[in-house]
C-alpha cells in the first residue's frame, strides 16, 4: 500500500464522522467566543478516536487541544469554527474544522511510525477577536515546530501557494466625548460628539487618495441619538490593513490622526481603545508549502499560478511568524461569489465543498507524513522553528487606551 493509499484508507473509516461534523457546525452556526457546540462535536470526535482532550484551554471556553503520540516531532492541525453574525458560515470554517480533524484522523495510526506529537488545536474567534494571538499570548504554541491548517475560497481549485500571503489589520474603537445640550433652547452651550465623529470620516475619505496598492481603511459609526439634543458622545469602530507590518503602523498613524484633527477642531474628547489582537501577514512556509503543492496535485487539483496577496486578513498569521506554518487557500470547484457572503456559505454546504475538504484533510496529513518521513525536510523545519522561537516579538499592536 502506497503512502497516499494508507492516508486514504485511514480517513475513509471517519469519512462519515467527519462529514456529519462539518455539517452539524454549519447548520448551528457561533459566532466569535460563542462556539460552544462546535467545540463539544470536535472534541468529543477527537477524544473517541483516542486523542487526550483539554477542552476549555488557555482561559477561552471555546478552544481546546487534542494530542496523540509522543515524537520528537511536535505538528499542529489548526480547527476553525466560528461564524459570521447574520451570514452563517460565510466563510467556510465548517469545511476548515473538517479538514483538519480529518487530517488527524488520517494520521493517528501512523504517528508512532513516523516519530510525531501531533496536537489538534481548536481556535475560536477567527472572525473578530484574534483567538489564535489570544493562545500563543498563554503558551499553547510553545514548543510546536509546525503548523497547518487550508482555508476554503470560491473557486481556483488550487495554486502555487508560495509567495503567498494575506494582509495585516488592526481594530479600534474611538469615542468622542462633547456637551450635551438642548438642540433648540441652548445649542451653543454643547460640544457636539458627532461632529467630531463627521469630520474624522471626511479626513479619512481623503486619506484614501494617499494610501498604497494593498491597504485598506474603514470606519463604521456606532452612534445614535435624537435630534432634539446635542450628542455628547460618538462612537466609531475602525480598522486598517497593510501588506506589511512597518507599512501597517505607518496607515495607524495616519488613520489615528484624522481622529485626533477631528477632536481638535471640535473641542471634544477623543479616546481610542483596541479592540482585538492585530492580525499579522501570512508567512507560508516553503518546505510545508512544496509538500502541499505535490499533495494537491496527486488529488487532481493542478497548479493555476499563485494568488499572491490575499484581500483578506486571518489570526493564522500571528502563527505563522511564530512557528513554521501553512495556510493555503483552495476554491470549491464552481463556487461564485465571495466569501463572506450567504451565496459562499451555501457553496460552503455542497458536495464540491466536502471534495474539497477530503482533498485538503488528505493533503495536510501527506505534509506532515513527509516532512516527518524527510530527513532534509524535518531538519530544515526544526532549524525553522528554533529561529523563528529565537526572535519572537512581544504580541503585536499596542492595547493601552489613547486618550486625547
Known amino acids: 500500500m502506497t503512502d497516499d493509499a494508507a492516508l486514504l484508507a485511514a480517513f475513509a473509516s471517519r469519512r462519515e464522522q467527519v462529514h456529519a461534523l462539518a455539517r452539524a457546525i454549519h447548520a448551528d452556526p457561533e459566532t466569535a467566543f460563542e462556539e460552544r457546540r462546535a467545540h463539544d462535536r470536535c472534541a468529543d470526535l477527537l477524544e473517541g478516536a483516542g486523542f487526550t482532550v483539554e477542552r476549555g484551554i488557555a482561559e477561552l471556553p471555546t478552544a481546546f487541544r487534542a494530542t496523540l503520540g509522543t515524537g520528537s516531532l511536535v505538528a499542529s492541525l489548526c480547527v476553525e469554527y466560528d461564524a459570521l453574525s447574520g451570514i452563517g458560515h460565510g466563510c467556510g470554517h465548517n469545511l476548515i474544522a473538517g479538514a483538519s ?105 481623503l486619506l484614501r487618495q494617499r494610501i498604497r496598492d494593498g491597504q485598506r481603511l474603514a470606519l463604521v459609526p456606532q452612534q445614535s441619538g435624537v435630534t432634539n439634543i446635542v450628542p455628547e458622545t460618538a462612537v466609531i469602530d475602525l480598522e486598517c490593513r497593510a501588506l506589511i507590518m512597518p507599512e501597517f503602523e505607518t496607515l495607524r498613524r495616519q488613520l489615528f490622526a484624522c481622529l485626533e484633527g477631528a477632536a481638535l477642531a471640535t473641542g471634544t474628547a477623543l479616546e481610542i481603545t483596541t479592540t482585538e489582537p492585530v492580525y499579522e501577514p501570512l508567512l507560508q512556509d516553503e518546505v510545508l508549502g512544496a509538500a502541499w503543492n505535490a499533495a494537491m496535485q496527486r488529488r487532481g487539483r493542478p497548479l493555476n499560478g499563485s494568488l499572491g496577496t490575499m484581500a483578506a486578513s486571518t489570526d493564522m498569521g500571528n502563527v505563522s511568524q511564530r512557528v513554521p506554518s501553512l495556510h493555503p487557500f483552495v476554491g470549491i470547484t464552481g463556487a461564485g461569489g465571495a466569501l463572506h457572503t450567504r451565496e459562499f456559505a451555501a457553496h460552503a454546504d455542497s458536495a464540491e465543498g466536502y471534495r474539497l475538504m477530503d482533498d485538503a484533510a488528505i493533503a495536510m496529513a501527506s505534509v506532515i507524513r513527509e516532512v516527518a518521513t524527510t530527513e532534509a525536510s524535518r531538519a530544515a523545519l526544526l532549524a525553522r522553528a528554533q529561529e523563528l522561537a529565537a526572535r519572537r516579538a512581544p504580541s503585536p499592536g499596542d492595547d493601552r487606551p489613547h486618550t486625547h
Open 101 to 205: 480533524l480529518g487530517a488527524a484522523l488520517a494520521l493517528a495510526d501512523q504517528l508512532a511510525d513516523l516519530d510525531v506529537t501531533l496536537q489538534v488545536i481548536g481556535t475560536p474567534a477567527e472572525e473578530h477577536g484574534g483567538g489564535k494571538q489570544l493562545l500563543i499570548d498563554r503558551g499553547v504554541f510553545d514548543g510546536v515546530h509546525l503548523s497547518l491548517m487550508s482555508h476554503p475560497t470560491p473557486h481556483t481549485d488550487t495554486y502555487d501557494v508560495l509567495g503567498s500571503t494575506s494582509q495585516a489589520v488592526g481594530r479600534w474603537r474611538a469615542t468622542f466625548t462633547g456637551r450635551g445640550a438642548h438642540a433648540a433652547a441652548n445649542p451653543a452651550e454643547g460640544i457636539n460628539a458627532n461632529d467630531a465623529a463627521v469630520l474624522a470620516q471626511v479626513a479619512a475619505g
